[in-house]
């Protein structure tokens, strides 16, 4: 897939991510620590859509935190709001995020997600949009069948939801079987959903 000019595949820099994957050890032991399952599920070394509930803002991190860099490098589609906020977009851009924009279909997100997957990397996607979302969007369907790549179901949740995360509770990462790229968008969604619900 030839790059349209100005939509440069991201990267995330490799200094720049092992520091930020340390770094969440912080946050997540002020909530609680951390309990991890299913991570046999995430393919070593190789192209996979991450695709979980979102409940938190702190979700994302503590997902890529779960999956130890040296196994996988999950760069997260984020919604472009985010890339505007004093240090938080530069620490996006250089852990590999990407913007979308959410209030319109964003072909663009879409074509940087597939790059990605192309060329052997790992992608983050909350199918429901925006935290406490109940539509669930196809757009995760979408990019895995294009790039055909399996999506990884994962649900991540804190024990103390009313605390935002902090202490007082305990946070828990669980991943499912990789779903195989296959069907329809609307069957792969449905695939998706339900093998997340079973992860509760």
């Given amino acids: 897939m030839p790059t349209p000019p100005g939509e440069a595949t991201p990267t995330p820099h490799p200094l720049?991510?092992?520091?930020?994957?340390?770094?969440?050890?912080?946050?997540?032991?002020?909530?609680?620590?951390?309990s991890v399952e299913g991570l046999e599920h995430v393919p070593p070394g190789s192209p996979a859509v991450i695709a979980g509930n979102h409940q938190l803002a702190l979700d994302p991190f503590v997902i890529g935190y779960a999956i130890?860099?040296?196994r996988a490098q999950v760069q997260f589609?984020?919604?472009?709001e985010a890339f505007g906020w004093p240090l938080v977009g530069p620490v996006l851009c250089a852990v590999g995020a990407f913007p979308v924009d959410r209030t319109t279909h964003d072909t663009r997100a879409v074509r940087r997600a597939i790059r990605v997957l192309q060329g052997g990397g790992c992608i983050g996607i909350f199918?429901?949009?925006?935290r406490g979302g109940a539509e669930m969007h196809g757009g995760v369907a979408l990019?895995?069948?294009?790039?055909?790549?399996?999506?990884?179901?994962?649900?991540?949740?804190?024990?103390?939801?009313?605390?935002r995360g902090w202490p007082g509770g305990h946070w828990h990462v669980r991943f499912g079987s990789p779903l195989a790229p296959a069907g329809s968008i609307r069957s792969l969604t449905l695939r998706w959903?339900?093998?997340v619900a079973v992860l509760g």
Avoid: C, F
Avoid at 127 to 130: D, L
């Fill in 193 to 195: 959903e339900n093998a």
């Fill in 77 to 80: 589609m984020t919604k472009q």
């Fill in 16 to 34: 720049a991510y092992s520091l930020v994957h340390a770094l969440m050890a912080l946050p997540v032991a002020y909530g609680g620590g951390l």
């Fill in 143 to 163: 990019i895995a069948l294009r790039a055909r790549a399996p999506i990884v179901p994962v649900r991540v949740w804190h024990d103390s939801p009313r605390r």
């Fill in 68 to 70: 130890p860099s040296r």
């Fill in 127 to 130: 199918p429901q949009g925006t």
